[in-house]
C-alpha cells in the first residue's frame, strides 16, 4: 500500500511531467474508483494550467489557474504511469499535455480516488478538513506530549490516527517508534517527555530517508512505462518478525488495531 513517501515521491515526478503546462486532454476510461469521479472533470481540467503540485497527508494536490484542485489518493494498489507507451485496462484517468506528454493514473483494486474541489476551499475539504499536523516537520516532542496528555490508548494507535497526525501509516509508525526506543504498546501518555522529543525527530528521518529514497528513482521515470512512486526500501523492523535486531534480541509481531506491529521488545521499552 503507498504510504506517505510514495505520494510525496509521485507528486515529484508529476510535477516534471505538468508543472506550468496547459493539459490538452482529459480521458476517462470509466466512471469511478472507490466513488465516481466528478461529473464535470474533463470540462473543468481540459485546457486549464498546471499552476502547482503538493501534498496534504496522503493526498496528492495538483493546482489549476481555473482555481480548481485535482486530488488524487492512491488507496491500495493506485499509481501514475508516465507516457506509458499503450493505455492500459487499468489505466481509468489519463492527461495530456501540451507539449503531448501523458501521465495516466493506473489502480487495479480501485480503492483510490479523483475529486475536483475548489483550490480555495481545499482546507474545508471533508478529507483534509479533520487531518492533524503533516509528520514531515510541523511535530515538536511539546506538541506531542499535549496530543498524547491523558490518553490510554497505545501509541503505535495515536500515531496512526490521522486526526492526531497526517499521513503516519503503518510502516514508518512502527520504524520511527523503534528509532525512538518506545514500545508501541505503551499507553500513549505515559511516554515520557524524552521519548516523545526523540520521537518528533525520528518521524520526519524515517520518512525523509524514504522520500529520498524515492527521490533517487525518479531518474528513470522518463522511461517507457516508468511508473511513479514505488521504490525498495529497507527497514529496522517493519516486515522483520524474527530477525535479529543489533541489540542482540528479535523483532517480534504483534496484532494491533487489525493492523501488524514489528518491534524489537528488548529495545523498545
Ligand atoms: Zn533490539
Known amino acids: 500500500m503507498p504510504e506517505l513517501p510514495e505520494v510525496e515521491t509521485t507528486v515529484r515526478g508529476l510535477a516534471k511531467v505538468l508543472d506550468g503546462q496547459r493539459i490538452a486532454a482529459v480521458e476517462l476510461r470509466r466512471e469511478d474508483l472507490r466513488r465516481a469521479f466528478p461529473a464535470d472533470l474533463g470540462q473543468r481540467l481540459t485546457g486549464a494550467r498546471v499552476i502547482g503540485l503538493g501534498r496534504r ?26 507516457d506509458p507507451a499503450a493505455i492500459g485496462k487499468h489505466d481509468h484517468l489519463v492527461l495530456t499535455t501540451g507539449e503531448g506528454r501523458r501521465v495516466a493514473l493506473n489502480d487495479a483494486r480501485r480503492f483510490g480516488s479523483v475529486d475536483l474541489p475548489r483550490t480555495d476551499a481545499l482546507d474545508q475539504w471533508p478529507a483534509l ?11 515538536t516532542g511539546a506538541w506531542l506530549k499535549r496530543a498524547f496528555a491523558g490518553r490510554t490508548a497505545p501509541v503505535k494507535a495515536l500515531l496512526m490516527d490521522q486526526r492526531v497526525i497526517a499521513g503516519l501509516g503503518n510502516i514508518y509508525a512502527c520504524e520511527a517508534l523503534y528509532r525512538a526506543r518506545i514500545d508501541p504498546r505503551k499507553p500513549a501518555g505515559k511516554v515520557s517527555r524524552a521519548k516523545l522529543q526523540a520521537l518528533a525527530a525520528a518521524i520526519p528521518e524515517v520518512l525523509g530517508e524514504a522520500i529520498a529514497a524515492g527521490g533517487s528513482t525518479l531518474r528513470d521515470f522518463a522511461s517507457p512505462d ?11 523492523v517493519y516486515d ?9 534480541g528479535a523483532v517480534k509481531r504483534i496484532v494491533q488495531g487489525g493492523r501488524s506491529t514489528f518491534f524489537c521488545p528488548k529495545c523498545q521499552r
Open 129 to 139: 478538513r479533520a487531518l492533524g499536523p503533516e509528520p514531515t516537520g510541523e511535530v
Open 57 to 82: 497527508a496522503k493526498y496528492g494536490l495538483i493546482h489549476t489557474d481555473r482555481g480548481d484542485t485535482l486530488v488524487f489518493h492512491l488507496g491500495m494498489s493506485g499509481h501514475w504511469r508516465v
Open 240 to 248: 522483520r518478525e524474527g530477525r535479529p535486531c543489533g541489540c542482540g
Open 226 to 236: 516508468g511508473e511513479l512512486g514505488y521504490f525498495s526500501k529497507a527497514f529496522a
